[in-house]
């Protein structure tokens, strides 16, 4: 969950009262814009991308104007632009306006968890507005702090004196900074990045320090950041119809992780704790259509209402279902294997057969009943099957799922629809009575 | 502002050895103790470490115990109340919810000065509230373990801390041995344990890390204190990306370090872990980058290239960890802790490819499970149908749901609205065997019900004529006859029926309408062959062989009783054709093995109620409300002779399906209507721990002295509004919709002397009685609402062509109310009104042409409910005998409340 752009970034920043350049959304009219012009002397057109986008001016969709014709055309060039970053990309959805800051100085500002110090750690540059990565160490500050105390005054005082930061720029720091720490700690981020703060002339030749850029990251295990009221469109930006269906099901004990991998897959695998799930994501490659961690002990309701999301997404397209972990310690198989049974056969029963190879390797309590439970659910509709326990390498039965699946892709799959009538899928469900 | 610990941490660490990380001397305390996670993990802990939980917390339970095989570990309101009592512990274990978890370590940081360990269990803590636990726990000097974690354990002091490694077994996967396991997967701190037995190798310290952002014993503090214990030769290390936790870490011991999660640098976002949102340099190829540089090596290590060196390996699949570990003890010169315990190769425990051609190479063979798990297989395989799990079932259903927002109910998985599209023979089945009948089973319960619909001469239909003759309503009638059908009566049947299961369970019959099954596998005692046996020729077993004959039904176990000799008894008979209808659903496990010998008894029961609901003077030697028997039974259904009982005559087409939706529709209201309560509270006072013990009977007298006229009496209250409203207009037929009336003037001069009364009655500070079968509470936010329900059955009605005056009434009146203002949206017509509809214009020609009263509209549109709700209830008594525990519905005493 993550936000970027001074659109929503200035409203977060007024809360704590940190001066932020001017900006104007999407709909703003010409003489707006107009006007912002005439007081700033020109503006910066912005793409405005949902979630976590960065290095948008290394990619030249910064856009500056000194007049409303070419604002305009500048709109019009980002308004819908595509940014790409590694495999990733994202659509712009609008373009922001913001008014120009001059200044002679540029401060870098982030404030995030360090597994280095274990601490919250205030990162400080009064050489901002590049790539923090690309300064040398000496010229950058990062500095843990006590998290009851929270980021005092004197914290950025003695960092700022570290570098050598001009003294101009340090009182003003000084009295602003720490202001950030409250947005930071109090509204459930765990990321927050002002890149560039300018410090611009106010009152008298006093330098006042104005955000020009904000990002953001919210922690989902932290209702605080509802205090700030944002429309929920900001965090659904890139979630498929799935992935949002299952998010639905955090209300639940435990986590609902899930990403699609390969919409094109063929093995559908549900996993249960992230190291189940890292491991067989990684060996599956391009054959998984998902990556989920459902969390560990799942009750019966969450895995049923999970299972029944899954086959509805991707039952008909899947050769394998593959239900995999290790020995779990808690993790009841019996009401996880149950709940995964129950949900295929009314998914069979409402959509008629599919033609499917379950495998499973797994182990834990009530390891049996729950194998006997699946087993006499695939008995009934007729699907094959082939469980391993504990004891066969989870690394080993991922391969043999593999297998199973490259058989299936070649020739299986019409052998067992065969098999199963799944021509007449109109058919009602096989486990209707005599 | 930290307290000084050990080694050259620029933080506290209090940990110098993994000795010392779970010892015997630990005492336990454990926060949140009778939470559902920790009621089943802390006794076994408790256990396998010796007994070293010395009391928990719980906010008000003060005086309670969590049981253990040591015996009770007490409970207090809080951590202080505890050391008042004279407890005295070192460490904390938190199994609080994810937002009181930092006021549990405050808690304990606060209290007890004697604290060195906090263990957290807790998944989904704020990374805000992590912060502040991390800062409390330095100031202080506590070392903590997690958050988000399994706990600790020690393979040579036998001990664990905090969560399940090692699940349910602890000593199955905690050898004694020279490795210790430092892993960010809770699940793969065990997992690795067991491989590594598998190649010989034991453990000594097990951590389970956690993978939060903030991990407080994390790889450096794990790697410092590896250094200083003497039994740890070497260490298992998983990690996954995000965090530094592993960069610059000084080794003095071998590693084989797993690395898993390359994946994840594609993504963008979290997934899996909370802090293993990957990018900026701390992605699994950054991480084995770390651990390759440490020990040397250029590669990964796999069976194919087993790169490693005497410092260690890493690899990115934990099967090969094993392997690694033993290539790098062999430069080190050490060995195997103990001999293989078993290999990792492929086992299937269980398989069947339904006949598919296969390849060899992936047909693979079964082979015996490990023990125990052989033993519960075979256990597994001699299992006849479904066990279900004993828990309490006090306002839990295992057949009902409804749903909040549809109002909906789900019977087995299938809606009521689906139920009423299917005669009642099938919905009285699909209520005990789960899914509905095919033709076959059909023709069978009709003869059941048939047979057994009659009650002449019998004293069930004398006791229900002597309840009906005292004023009493349809439901005590009822009750005065289900409770003579007792156990006594019934066990010659259940018994057939056991004796049925017995022969044939595992004689490979899947279809009991497999007629060509050879018989002559079966061997039948002289014992077994009695059970089938009357003394002498039984007429009514041979008409109801003959029924079933002129229907054309199948049953293999007719069949074979009536091969064991010529005098076959009424009981066997009904046995073989419950146990037709049972096969299927018991051989797929669907149903329980109790389920299938109570089906005689729930048959009976049905037919019974179907019959005592009329008088006994219909009851005659030959015939039933004149239809000769022989004739219901050859051709009469269930639902025929259900509207028979209350019409008295046969039904149209068009009236019989409307009667069939009319009992569908009443099935079920889930488990928390009055009526589910009572039957499942008279199967929990007969404890159905015991099943054969529970009286069936009795538990539908407990459903029927829970109805009523408030609950049952529903549809009537619409009927009698609809009289009201239609007794003076001249309606001939409801049915027509040429009827003559403008519904529409109607209902305005309805809705405007509505709003007048309650305008009214308002102002003398009264309220005017709702309008029944208008509005629901749950239906009323829009501005025009509709009961789903109400409109299926619309729909459904429209299909068929079928006009219902009444039902157009309805609507007419909820739009007249709010163009009148006398509501401020458009009602809902909501399903009360729709029964009443229908009801009323079933049995509207008879009271307009005087043969039914008042009080006979009454009592059938409570009969109608009460056959509906029978078979509703019937799933729920069936349900709880298989699942529940005894006297599991009762109340608490502390729930429970006084007024005066």
């Known amino acids: ?434 | 502002m930290y307290t000084k610990g050990v080694g050259p941490f620029k933080y506290f660490v209090g940990i110098s050895s993994l000795a010392e990380v779970a010892t015997r001397d630990d005492r336990v305390c454990v926060l949140n103790i009778l939470g559902g996670e920790s009621s089943e993990v802390t006794p076994v802990s408790h256990a396998y470490s010796g007994g070293n939980v010395v009391f928990g917390t719980s906010p008000g339970r003060r005086g309670q115990v969590l049981e253990s095989q040591l015996g009770p570990i007490p409970v207090f309101n809080s951590v202080r109340e505890g050391l008042d009592a004279g407890h005295r512990f070192n460490t904390g274990v938190v199994y609080l919810p994810p937002s009181g978890v930092r006021d549990g370590v405050a808690e304990l940081a606060r209290v007890n000065p004697e604290l060195r360990k906090i263990v957290i269990i807790t998944e989904k803590i704020s990374v805000h509230d992590a912060r502040e636990i991390r800062a409390i726990a330095q100031m202080r000097g506590i070392d903590v373990f997690g958050a988000n974690c399994l706990g600790v354990a020690d393979s040579w002091n036998h001990v664990r801390i905090g969560g399940p490694l090692g699940g349910d077994a602890p000593e199955e996967s905690l050898f004694k041995g020279s490795v210790a396991i430092y892993s960010n997967s809770g699940n793969f701190t065990n997992t690795i344990a067991n491989y590594l037995a598998a190649a010989g190798w034991g453990t000594t310290t097990l951590v389970s890390s956690g993978k939060d952002v903030y991990i407080h014993f994390a790889a450096p503090e794990f790697v410092y204190a590896l250094s200083n214990d003497r039994r740890s030769k070497a260490a298992v290390m998983y990690s996954e990306p995000g965090g530094y936790y592993e960069r610059d870490l000084v080794f003095t011991k071998p590693i084989v370090a797993c690395v898993v999660g390359r994946w994840k640098a594609k993504l963008t976002r979290a997934v899996g872990h909370a802090g293993a949102l990957a990018g900026s340099g701390d992605d699994a190829e950054s991480k084995e980058r770390w651990f390759m540089e440490s020990f040397g090596v250029n590669a990964l290590f796999t069976p194919e290239n087993p790169a490693c060196s005497a410092k260690g390996a890493v690899v990115t699949n934990i099967a090969h960890i094993p392997l690694a570990l033993t290539k790098v003890m062999a430069l080190n010169g050490i060995n195997l802790d103990f001999d293989p315990r078993g290999s990792l190769d492929l086992k299937p425990w269980f398989a069947n490819d339904q006949g598919l051609d296969l390849p060899a190479e992936i047909k693979l063979p079964v082979v015996e499970a490990i023990a125990p798990y052989n033993a519960q297989i075979a256990q597994l395989q001699q299992q006849i149908g479904r066990v279900f799990p004993r828990q309490s079932m006090k306002d839990c259903s295992g057949v009902s749901i409804m749903d909040a927002h549809t109002q909906i109910t789900r019977q087995h998985g299938i809606s009521i609205l689906e139920c009423a599209r299917q005669p009642l023979e099938s919905n009285l089945c699909q209520a005990l065997m789960r899914e509905h009948n095919g033709a076959n089973d059909n023709a069978m319960i009709n003869v059941v019900i048939g047979a057994e619909v009659n009650l002449h001469g019998d004293p069930m239909l004398a006791a229900a004529d002597a309840s009906r003759a005292a004023g009493n309503a349809p439901n005590a009638v009822l009750s005065a006859a289900a409770s003579i059908l007792g156990p006594g009566r019934i066990d010659a049947a259940r018994r057939a029926a056991d004796t049925l299961i017995d022969l044939f369970a595992h004689s490979g019959l899947l279809d009991a309408r497999d007629e060509s099954f050879d018989l002559r596998k079966i061997v039948v005692s002289d014992a077994a062959r009695a059970r089938f046996m009357a003394d002498s020729r039984d007429p009514k077993a041979q008409a109801m062989v003959k029924a079933v004959q002129e229907r054309e039904a199948k049953s293999l176990f007719l069949n074979f009783v009536r091969g064991l000799g010529d005098h076959v008894s009424r009981d066997a008979v009904l046995a073989a054709i419950a146990t037709t209808i049972a096969w299927g659903p018991l051989m797929r496990k669907r149903i329980s093995r109790e389920t299938a010998r109570n089906l005689p008894w729930f048959l009976r029961l049905y037919a019974t109620l179907i019959g005592a609901s009329v008088s006994g003077a219909r009851h005659e030697a030959g015939r039933f409300c004149g239809i000769p028997n022989q004739e219901i039974l050859g051709s009469w259904s269930a639902t025929d002779l259900a509207y028979l009982t209350l019409m008295g005559e046969r039904a149209n087409p068009e009236r019989l399906f409307a009667f069939q939706v009319l009992v569908g529709l009443l099935i079920s209201n889930g488990v928390g209507s009055i009526s589910a309560q009572g039957a499942k509270g008279a199967v929990s006072a007969d404890g159905p721990q015991s099943p054969e013990r529970v009286q069936i009977n009795k538990a539908m007298v407990g459903f029927l002295t829970h109805s009523g006229y408030s609950h049952g009496g529903a549809g009537y209250e619409g009927i009698t509004f609809l009289v009201e409203q239609f007794r003076d207009t001249g309606l001939a037929d409801p049915a027509n919709p040429k009827h003559g009336l403008d519904l529409a003037v109607m209902a305005r001069r309805f809705a405007v002397e509505y709003g007048n009364e309650k305008a009214a009655l308002r102002e003398a500070g009264g309220e005017r009685r709702a309008i029944p079968g208008l509005n629901h509470p749950v239906f009323r936010d829009k501005p025009v609402n509709r009961d789903p329900r109400e409109v299926f059955l619309q729909e459904l009605f429209r299909e068929r062509g079928e006009y219902n005056a009444f039902h157009e009434y309805y609507h007419a009146l909820a739009r007249a109310l709010f163009e009148e203002g006398v509501t401020r949206n458009v009602f809902c017509v909501n399903i009360d009104a729709v029964i009443g509809a229908l009801l009323l214009k079933m049995l509207w020609p008879r009271y307009r042409s005087g043969a039914f009263s008042e009080h006979d509209l009454e009592v059938a549109a409570f009969t109608i409910f009460l056959y509906g709700r029978m078979m509703g209830c019937a799933a729920e008594i069936d349900d709880h005998i298989n699942r529940g525990r005894n006297m599991d519905t009762r109340t608490a005493a502390s729930q429970c409340k006084f007024v005066s």
């Open chain 1, 1 to 434: 969950m993550q936000l970027t752009g001074m659109l929503y970034g200035s409203k977060l920043l007024r809360y704590v009262e940190f001066p932020t350049a001017e900006v104007l959304g999407p709909e703003a009219s010409e003489d707006e814009i107009k006007a912002l012009i005439v007081r700033h002397g020109s503006v910066f057109v912005k793409p405005v991308f949902k979630g976590g986008v960065g290095k948008k001016g290394k990619a030249g969709l910064i856009g500056r104007a000194r007049d409303l014709k070419t604002a305009l055309a500048e709109k019009e060039r980002l308004y819908f632009v595509e940014h790409r970053v590694g495999n990733t990309a994202a659509k712009a959805q609008g373009v922001t306006f913001e008014g120009a800051v001059p200044a002679e100085h540029e401060v870098y500002f982030s404030l995030t968890d360090s597994t280095r110090f274990r601490a919250p750690t205030m990162t400080l540059t009064h050489r901002g507005g590049i790539a923090i990565e690309e300064l040398p160490k000496e010229q950058v500050a990062e500095i843990p702090f006590e998290a009851l105390t929270g980021l005092k005054a004197f914290v950025i005082a003695n960092a700022l004196s570290d570098i050598g930061a001009p003294k101009e720029i340090i009182s003003p720091l000084v009295q602003n900074l720490p202001k950030l720490w409250e947005l930071f700690h109090n509204y459930g981020m765990t990321t927050l990045e002002l890149n560039p703060i300018r410090m611009m002339p106010g009152k008298g030749g006093r330098l006042v320090p104005v955000a020009c850029d904000f990002k953001c990251g919210f922690d989902r295990d932290d209702p605080r950041w509802q205090r700030l009221g944002l429309p929920d469109h900001l965090f659904a930006a890139d979630y498929s119809d799935f992935e949002q269906e299952i998010n639905q099901l955090r209300t639940y004990q435990g986590q609902s992780d899930v990403y699609v991998i390969n919409s094109q897959g063929t093995i559908l695998a549900p996993t249960f704790g992230g190291g189940a799930n890292s491991l067989v994501t990684q060996a599956l490659g391009d054959d998984a259509i998902i990556s989920s961690d459902f969390g560990g002990n799942p009750p019966y309701e969450k895995m049923r209402d999970v299972a029944r999301i899954c086959f509805k997404y991707w039952l008909a397209q899947s050769n394998v279902l593959f239900i995999i972990g290790g020995k779990s310690n808690n993790t009841d198989i019996e009401a996880t294997f149950r709940a995964m049974a129950d949900a295929l056969r009314e998914h069979f029963g409402g959509h008629g057969p599919t033609p499917l190879y379950v495998v499973i390797g797994r182990g834990g309590p009530n390891l049996i009943r729950g194998m006997g439970a699946l087993r006499d659910t695939l008995e009934a509709l007729s699907l094959p099957y082939r469980f391993f326990g504990f004891d066969s390498a989870m690394s080993e039965v991922v391969n043999y799922a593999q297998a199973i699946n490259r058989w299936m892709k070649a020739g299986g799959r019409e052998q067992l629809a065969q098999r199963l009538g799944a021509g007449a899928r109109a058919g009602t469900s096989p486990a209707t009575g005599g």
